[in-house]
T-cell receptor, first 112, second 115 residues
Framework: DAGVTQSPTHLIKTRGQQVTLRCSPK?????VSWYQQALGQGPQFIFQ???????QRGNFPDRFSGHQFPNYSSELNVNALLLGDSALYLC???????????FGQGTRLTVV | KQEVTQIPAALSVPEGENLVLNCSFT??????LQWFRQDPGKGLTSLLL?????REQTSGRLNASLDKSSGRSTLYIAASQPGDSATYLC??????????????FGTGTRLTVIP
C-alpha cells in the first residue's frame, strides 16, 4: 500500500499564476481533505471531498477550489496566486466513518 | 471557535530522558484527539488517536492521555532517542462554526533529543 501520495513535491510559481496540486488517497479511503501549513504553523483546513463533492470548507477564499475524481483522487487548484499562498499543502485521506486521518508528504509551493 | 495550544513550543532533552508534551483546547465538544509527528518539510505521521470516550492510548514508548472536561492532553515519550527528534502536533476533531466536522491543529512542539 503506497499510502497517500502527492505530486509534485516542490513547485515554484509566479504571483498571479494558477497552480494545480494532486493527491491520491490511501487504498480503501474515499474521503480526501486538503490543508495549508505555513512555516512554523499548524495545518489549516481548506476543504474536504467525499463522493466527488465538496462536503466541508474552511475559511479560505474562492481562489481555492478542488475536485475529486471517481477513483477518489483529488486536485487542489489555486488561482491568482499571492505571495502569502507560499506554504506546504497537505492532503489527508480517511475511510468514511473513520476519524483517523492519514497524511501525504505534502507539496511545497513557493510563490515569487 | 476551537483553539488548540501546545506548550512548550520547543524542547531539548538528553537521550534517555522521559518527557511530556502538552496540548490544550478551548472547546470540550470534541470527537477525538490525535497526535502527529512531522519531520522537517515533510507530511504528518499519525502516532495515536484517542476517542472522546477514552482516557488514554499507548503505542510502544508513547502514551497519550485525554482529559476532555479540562481540555487537556499529554503525550508521554519514554526513554527518548535521537530519532524522536521532530515536531509533534496535536489535533482535535470537532464541530466548527458551521457545525461541520473539522480538524483543529496546534502549532506544535519541536523536540530535539541530544545524543
Amino acid at each position: 500500500d503506497a499510502g497517500v501520495t502527492q505530486s509534485p513535491t516542490h513547485l515554484i510559481k509566479t504571483r498571479g499564476q494558477q497552480v494545480t496540486l494532486r493527491c491520491s488517497p490511501k487504498s480503501g479511503h474515499d474521503t480526501v481533505s486538503w490543508y495549508q501549513q505555513a512555516l512554523g504553523q499548524g495545518p489549516q483546513f481548506i476543504f474536504q471531498y467525499y463522493e466527488e463533492e465538496e462536503r466541508q470548507r474552511g475559511n479560505f477564499p474562492d481562489r481555492f477550489s478542488g475536485h475529486q475524481f471517481p477513483n477518489y483522487s483529488s486536485e487542489l487548484n489555486v488561482n491568482a496566486l499571492l505571495l502569502g499562498d507560499s506554504a506546504l499543502y497537505l492532503c489527508a485521506s480517511s475511510p468514511e466513518g473513520s476519524a483517523e486521518a492519514f497524511f501525504g508528504q505534502g507539496t511545497r509551493l513557493t510563490v515569487v | 471557535k476551537q483553539e488548540v495550544t501546545q506548550i512548550p513550543a520547543a524542547l531539548s532533552v538528553p537521550e534517555g530522558e522521559n518527557l511530556v508534551l502538552n496540548c490544550s483546547f478551548t472547546d470540550s465538544a470534541i470527537y477525538n484527539l490525535q497526535w502527529f509527528r512531522q519531520d522537517p518539510g515533510k507530511g504528518l505521521t499519525s502516532l495515536l488517536l484517542i476517542q472522546s470516550s477514552q482516557r488514554e492510548q499507548t503505542s510502544g514508548r508513547l502514551n497519550a492521555s485525554l482529559d476532555k472536561s479540562s481540555g487537556r492532553s499529554t503525550l508521554y515519550i519514554a526513554a527518548s532517542q535521537p530519532g524522536d527528534s521532530a515536531t509533534y502536533l496535536c489535533a482535535v476533531e470537532g464541530p466548527d462554526q458551521t457545525g461541520a466536522n473539522n480538524l483543529f491543529f496546534g502549532t506544535g512542539t519541536r523536540l530535539t533529543v541530544i545524543p
